[in-house]
């Protein structure tokens, strides 16, 4: 069974558009990590967020921002105003405590495309 | 600060050769480093984890004696392609994380990637 589930492949948005990247997770631990990742065109994925299950805060930086609900084992993110250079791929992932906490399990990632 | 470097970025090598891929942690100590293998389009598939000092642990499906990890150093792991063939041509993605949960620690810091062509 995935473990963590992008259900939208792709997206585009007009720039300036708010738009939100959908993770749903599954997991049997009580304490875990979820994560977004960004992949742009280059190729190297940059570290945007880490959440542990016991906080359960959302999160702003700039334009960004998270939305972590337990209840629907949820963590999505949503971009604000939409820039060209938000275009990539971002990945969600999970890594459980229970196995060290080390392993992750990636998304299938969604492809975001900003239209100038 | 967490910078990871990969080199080579691209590589391209004739079928039977084997390929070298270094990835380094250049502003901390990565006790565990992790190997990932991307096709176009899709998502990242662990490969193997390496602690330093200990041998790889392989995930299910990959071969050991093809893809040769070495953590040698807190600071250094290499992933060594041998006898690459044309399937093997993929995108190899290495990270590095300082330790396990507690704290920030889990956190992987991903290098740039290295492209891999086999004719």
């Known amino acids: 069974a995935q473990k963590v589930t992008q259900a939208q492949t792709e997206i585009s948005v007009v720039e300036k558009e708010d738009v939100t990247l959908d993770c749903v997770y599954e997991t049997r631990d009580t304490t875990y990590y979820l994560f977004w990742y960004k992949q742009p065109p280059s190729g190297e994925l940059v570290f945007l967020i880490r959440?542990?299950?016991?906080?359960?805060q959302n999160e702003i930086s700039g334009r960004y921002s998270w939305n972590f609900q337990k209840s629907t084992s949820s963590f999505n993110f949503t971009i604000t105003a939409s820039q060209v250079v938000d275009s990539a791929v971002y990945f969600c992932a999970l890594s459980e405590a229970g196995r060290g906490g080390n392993q992750f399990y990636f998304g299938t990632g969604t492809s975001l495309t900003v239209i100038p | 600060g967490a910078v990871v470097s990969q080199h080579p970025s691209w590589v391209i090598c004739k079928s039977g050769t084997s390929v070298k891929i270094e990835c380094r942690s250049l502003d901390f100590q990565a006790t565990t480093m992790f190997w990932y293998r991307q096709f176009p389009k899709q998502s990242l598939m662990l490969m193997a984890t390496?602690?330093?000092?200990?041998?790889?642990?392989?995930e299910q499906g990959v071969e050991k004696d093809k893809f040769l990890i070495n953590h040698a150093s807190l600071t250094l792991s290499t992933l060594t392609v041998t006898s690459a063939h044309p399937e093997d041509s993929s995108f190899y993605i290495c990270s590095a994380s300082s330790g396990t949960g507690v704290g920030a620690k889990n956190i992987q810091y991903f290098g740039a990637g290295t492209r891999l062509s086999v004719l």
């Open positions: 390496s602690n330093e000092g200990s041998k790889a642990t392989y």
């Open positions: 959440r542990n299950s016991f906080d359960e």
